[in-house]
């Protein structure tokens, strides 16, 4: 395991500078994600076009780690639909789990959380905003606001 | 002036390589560094002399207790009921009535919580907690109190994370029924003033819990000179195996508070349309105990006492000195709890670096330290963090270890530029 895999760049980066943080008023969905090992909590509020994405934005408290990821995925799923979501979360979950799996190229910046696969305790940190946005996603036919824990 | 010709008595330099010696753990490498291992305030590491008491008694003794008339029966029972006399003499309880062995602290804290709170108390009734303790502290009385209709209290804690006794005091009332308090935070490292949180409870009638998890291994706790009525640890904390722990109760109390878990060993006879229970200790103790673990734990007792409670808590608070001063020097580092008298624990952050990135860092540099809440939720949220780093120190801590932590944290400080 090498730190220089985990920290990479584009990681620390989208940690000081996190893109598309704070909170959409009026979203169509909405949920927020926990992370009890670590304190980790994230809200993601979404504008929906049908069943695509306009507008997301995260807001929470977190590590590197999953600060970098919910902001690398906001910029990823901006302006993508329910199926190509679908898509790209299971390469991100495959990416983040599967020791030989090799970044699908139009993964883009995301493929920079390959690093993450080598350090065990730290992989819920880089999928927590993601299963946030399948609650948010799942949830914003019905009701209640989704609340997801990663434990 | 005339010489004093009594040769002074003077204590042995405590010498902690040689400590080191007897921790085969402690010689491993982590991620191809020497382990450097902080982390003892969440579990300590063991000596060979506990690792070799459990090994004989499973290799030579072990059987059931209580039941066979057999020879490895009765030296299982020896073995367990002698460790028992074992934890008494360390903990000065009058009578080994009053030792009840346990899977930890936290079965303890339950078992009174089952046990007396649930048969006692009720509607109109308080527990009174301090905002400073683990779950384990918590939990159990959110519990009892949904189940009987009683009010749990908390008496507040300062900036320093000390807890404020005036505050404390004007919580107890004829209401309050039981005061439970942590002798030492797992979280800050604070040293409660136990004794005098004892005696005001006791001047308001209240009965007093002690969860003594993080004061065993740092501090001689003595049971008549403390006057708790409940005083709750863990083997693991003290050098011990995992699994077994000491709940101490004041006989008379433990005498009238009925079973909290029926079974074999807690009954003296069973019939369809009654049982009857067994003799302090047993009554509390359902089902086959664990008996290697009692073993254990006895043999831990003689390896701190044979180094001495009192030499390993002035290593400790070298240490502590030591490390608090070394820490302060780095950029960003906050410490969290900065109460007058500390356990060998300090709890920091540092600026813009989330706890669980400084312990991924630390851990790929060897150092071993806790991240996170502590079990420890609303400290957390009395501090306004999400969580903390935290390190901890044992008999076996080294000043070139508290080195080697303050080195990775610069390490950290490297890589968040």
């Known amino acids: ?151 | 002036m005339a010489a004093n010709l009594m040769p002074a008595r003077v204590a042995q330099p405590y010498d902690v390589e040689r400590v080191r010696r007897d921790f085969p753990i402690l010689s491993r490498e982590v991620h191809g560094r020497k382990l450097v291992y902080l982390d003892s305030a969440a579990s300590s590491q063991r000596p060979q002399q506990v690792i070799d008491a459990v090994d004989r008694y499973e290799k030579y003794s072990h059987a059931n207790v209580h039941r066979g008339v057999h020879a490895l029966s009765q030296e299982a029972t020896e073995a367990f009921e002698g460790a028992r006399d074992r934890v008494r003499r360390f903990i000065n309880a009058r009578s080994t009535k009053e030792v009840i062995f346990t899977r930890g602290t936290t079965e303890g804290i339950n078992l009174v919580a089952q046990s007396w709170a649930r048969s006692r108390l009720g509607p109109g009734d308080e527990i009174l907690i301090t905002a400073l303790e683990h779950h384990a502290n918590i939990v159990p009385w959110q519990l009892v109190c949904e189940q009987i209709g009683a009010t749990l209290k908390v008496a507040p804690i300062d900036k320093h994370g000390e807890l404020i006794f005036d505050r404390f005091e004007a919580l107890l009332s004829p209401r309050t029924k039981l005061v439970a308090a942590a002798h030492v935070s797992n979280a800050l490292g604070t040293i409660l003033p136990i004794k005098r949180i004892i005696d005001a409870a006791h001047k308001h009638g209240a009965l007093a819990l002690v969860d003594g998890a993080q004061a065993i291994p740092h501090a001689r706790v003595d049971m008549q000179a403390l006057d708790a009525d409940f005083y709750s640890f863990s083997a693991h904390k003290l050098y011990g195996p995992t699994g077994i722990g000491v709940l101490y109760g004041r006989e008379a109390l433990l005498e009238a508070m009925p079973p909290w878990q029926g079974g074999g060993d807690m009954i003296r006879s069973v019939t369809f349309a009654k049982s009857t229970w067994n003799d302090l200790p047993w009554k509390f103790e359902a089902g086959t105990p664990n008996m290697s673990g009692a073993v254990g734990l006895a043999a831990a007792m003689d390896y701190v006492d044979a180094l001495g409670l009192e030499a390993i808590a002035a290593h400790e608070h070298g240490l502590l000195e030591y490390a608090t001063a070394e820490l302060k020097r780095i950029p960003g580092i906050e410490i969290i709890g900065t109460a007058a008298h500390k356990a060998a624990v300090i709890s920091f952050t540092l600026q813009g670096v989330h706890p669980h990135d400084i312990g991924t860092i630390l851990d790929a540099e060897g150092v071993a330290i806790r991240t996170g809440h502590h079990c420890a939720m609303p400290v957390m949220d009395f501090f306004e963090v999400p969580a903390t780093a935290r390190a901890s120190f044992a008999c076996y801590t080294t000043r070139g270890e508290v080195d080697a932590l303050v080195a990775a944290l610069n390490k950290v400080r490297e890589v968040f530029g």
């Open chain 1, 1 to 151: 395991m090498e730190l220089k895999d985990l920290y990479r760049d584009v990681i620390l980066d989208h940690n000081k500078r996190p893109r598309n943080f704070g909170l959409i008023e009026h979203p169509d969905a909405r949920a927020d994600g926990h992370n009890p090992l670590c304190g980790d909590r994230l809200t993601l509020s979404i504008k929906l076009n049908g069943d695509r994405v306009e507008d997301v934005r995260f807001e929470g408290k977190g590590c590197a780690i999953s600060t970098a990821s919910a902001s690398m995925m906001t910029e990823a799923i901006k302006g993508k639909d329910r199926a190509a979501i679908d898509e790209l979360f299971h390469k991100v979950h495959t990416l983040l789990t599967d020791q030989a799996a090799v970044p699908s190229p139009d993964l883009g910046k995301l493929a920079a959380l390959s690093g993450v696969r080598e350090f065990p305790a730290r992989v819920k940190c880089a999928s927590l905003c993601w299963h946030t946005l399948n609650a948010a996603l799942e949830q914003s036919d019905a009701a209640a606001p989704a609340t997801v824990s990663t434990e």
